[in-house]
């Protein structure tokens, strides 16, 4: 075989190796999203389940929202918690604060 043509065949060879590769990573990008948006579904009705009675008609909705609106609801709901955590901390910390002011009162009084 000649030079030229086995530098053709050899050229083809890898130009079909990196498109199959580049297939399969598209696949595999495309089979996350899947699994992402499906678990991001059952999430939304854990919720539901959860905090809202799992109401069956709330459930049903679900199944027709599209994945940008459900991240965004998700996106809601993380915020929610993670400020209810923070509000929870803080009265904690004032409580404790409230005490030892108590304490602090309590023994200039007894001296």
Do not use: P
């Not at 030079?3 to 990196?18: D, E, F, H, W, Y």
């Not at 199959?20 to 089979?31: D, F, G, Q, T």
């Not at 678990?39 to 599209?66: A, C, E, P, Y």
């Amino acid at each position: 075989m000649k030079n030229s043509r086995k530098a053709l065949l050899v050229g083809l060879g890898a130009t079909a190796a990196i498109a199959a590769i580049a297939a399969a990573l598209a696949y595999e990008e495309e089979a996350v999203d899947k699994i992402s948006s499906y678990l991001n579904r059952q999430r939304m009705k854990n919720f539901v389940k959860d905090h809202l009675k799992g109401s069956q008609k709330l459930l049903r909705t679900i199944d027709d929202l599209t994945d940008d609106e459900i991240d965004g609801f998700l996106r809601v709901v993380d915020r929610a918690g993670d400020w209810k955590e923070t509000a929870l901390d803080l009265f904690s910390d004032l409580k404790e604060k409230a005490g030892d002011v108590k304490d602090s009162v309590g023994d200039r009084l007894h001296k």
